[in-house]
């Protein structure tokens, strides 16, 4: 089972900021950066921030990614409805000597 | 441009084997680590197994271990797992995933590009 909670759900209408929250603990957030994937329905999961707070090449800077202790946040700002998708936090466990994914958030866009 | 593609899955009974296999090219296989992650059927993402860069190890889910192995052949640009004893729980899109990784204070790890996925069935 995930070692990273994640809310299961967010909405919000277009245009709206939406933020996303991943807890973890000190041998994963609190020591080692988060990265968050977008999985589109039907698709391979898509690297959307990585390092905290980087975003790939090509990624809208409507999202960002911030980290405070053992907890991360995803925001997206000005939500389009091709936002739709689930989300998902992930980081390296130094006690697990593994990946850790969070549990997963599906957005929807009313 | 940066491609893989993973193939292999397929229906197998409870207790059977079956060998994954991810072609890769655009980048230099030998120098990344690359990850297995498996989705089950309206499930989330879980990490599977990892095979390091530069031949640096391999690491591997508590759910998976001494049952599943990784591997790779760098002539061939190609990753593979092996799976044995498979049990039902293991029915999954099976995903490969090119890693980037570094140790500054602590692990900057991620996933920069995933394949297509290939189905694990396990049922008799």
């Known amino acids: 089972q995930s070692v990273l909670t994640q809310p299961p759900s967010a909405s919000g209408t277009p245009g709206q900021r939406v933020t996303i929250s991943c807890s973890g603990s000190?041998?994963?957030?609190?020591?080692?950066?988060v990265n968050w994937y977008q999985q589109l329905p039907g698709t391979a999961p898509k690297l959307l921030i990585y390092s905290d707070n980087q975003r790939p090449s090509g990624v809208p800077d409507r999202f960002s990614g911030s980290k405070s202790g053992t907890s991360a946040s995803l925001a997206i700002s000005g939500l389009q409805s091709e936002d739709e998708a689930d989300y998902y936090c992930a980081a390296w466990d130094d006690s697990l000597n593994g990946y850790v994914f969070g549990t997963g958030t599906k957005v929807t866009v009313l | 441009e940066v491609q893989l593609l993973a193939s292999g899955g397929g229906l197998v009974q409870p207790g059977g084997s079956l060998r994954l296999s991810c072609a890769t090219s655009?980048?230099?296989?030998?120098?990344?680590?690359m990850n297995w992650v498996r989705q089950a059927p309206g499930e989330g993402l879980e990490w599977v197994s990892s095979?390091?860069?530069?031949?640096?190890?391999?690491f591997y889910a508590n759910s998976v271990k001494g049952r599943f192995t990784i591997s790779r052949d760098t002539s061939k640009n190609m990753l593979y797992l092996q799976m044995n004893s498979l049990r039902v729980e293991d029915t999954a899109l099976y995903y490969c995933?090119?890693?980037?990784?570094?140790?500054?204070?602590?692990?900057?790890?991620?996933?920069?590009?995933w394949g297509q996925g290939t189905l694990v069935t396990v049922s008799s």
């Open positions: 995933a090119k890693v980037v990784a570094w140790r500054g204070g602590g692990w900057t790890y991620y996933l920069d590009n």
């Open positions: 000190s041998s994963n957030i609190g020591t080692n950066t």
């Open positions: 655009g980048f230099t296989f030998s120098t990344h680590a």
């Open positions: 095979f390091g860069g530069n031949g640096s190890g391999t």
